[in-house]
């Protein structure tokens, strides 16, 4: 069946390092979608990517969606304590989303 | 103003017991979904509704039971049958029909099991 896989699934980093998560389909997708979940929130829309090959940036935040429309990334630059949370990717197919398994991450001020 | 409302936020249930979790939206959306999320885990969906009186079950769909008599409300029973309910409920809509949906989440409900 359909998966998205999403790795790694914890990343501790000192503020100021560079953070990056992955995430994988089994499957072509419509598009990419990046949500984030502060710790006791809901998750939050980011973005969306639906092109071959698209990179998008939110300031210190790069969404790239793959060639294949089978992976994609997001990466921060220089973390800031206000990054901590939970990003998860939810990849589409159909009226059908598949969310990863989300990357926690902790900056370590 | 818009958005989604879930009710109620902590719940406690006895075992054996079916609780009812309210989910109500005003975005306009078709589609309404229903997620479990467990202490450091995913959102793994149980079910989802893209129109009035129909919904499909999603992959973790046994020990609950929805409705959808409404567009706007979307609420999930989980019932006796679900033998580990303890966990975080999210709540979800979208629209449905072209490339672009972006899924608004409610602000979850936290059901515990005593």
């Known amino acids: 069946g359909q998966q998205v896989m999403q790795i790694p699934q914890y990343q501790h980093v000192q503020e100021g390092e560079d953070f990056t998560t992955y995430c994988n389909s089994s499957?072509?997708?419509?598009?990419i979608q990046w949500y984030k979940q502060r710790p006791g929130g809901h998750p939050v829309f980011l973005i969306q990517?639906?092109?071959?090959?698209e990179v998008k940036k939110q300031k210190r935040l790069t969404f790239q969606f793959g060639e294949a429309k089978k992976n994609s990334s997001l990466h921060i630059t220089a973390t800031q304590t206000t990054d901590v949370g939970t990003y998860f990717c939810?990849?589409?197919?159909?009226?059908?989303?598949?969310f990863g398994t989300g990357t926690s991450l902790t900056v370590i001020p | 103003d818009g958005g989604i409302t879930q009710s109620p936020k902590y719940l406690f249930r006895k075992e054996g017991q079916n609780v009812t979790l309210s989910c109500e939206q005003n975005?306009?959306?078709?589609?309404m979904y229903w997620y479990r999320q467990d202490p450091g885990q995913g959102l793994r969906l149980i079910y989802y509704?893209?129109?009035?009186?129909?919904?499909q079950k999603g992959d973790i769909a046994e020990g609950y039971s929805v409705s959808r008599e409404k567009k706007e409300s979307f609420p999930l029973t989980v019932t006796s049958a679900q033998k580990n309910p303890t966990a975080f409920y999210l709540c979800?809509?979208?629209?449905?029909?072209?490339?672009?949906?972006?899924?608004?989440f409610g602000e979850g409900s936290w059901l515990t099991v005593v």
């Open positions: 979800a809509s979208s629209t449905i029909g072209d490339s672009g949906n972006t899924i608004y």
């Open positions: 990517l639906v092109k071959s090959g």
């Open positions: 499957t072509t997708l419509s598009n």
């Open positions: 939810a990849g589409r197919t159909g009226n059908q989303f598949y």
């Open positions: 975005l306009n959306h078709d589609a």
């Open positions: 509704s893209q129109i009035v009186n129909d919904f």
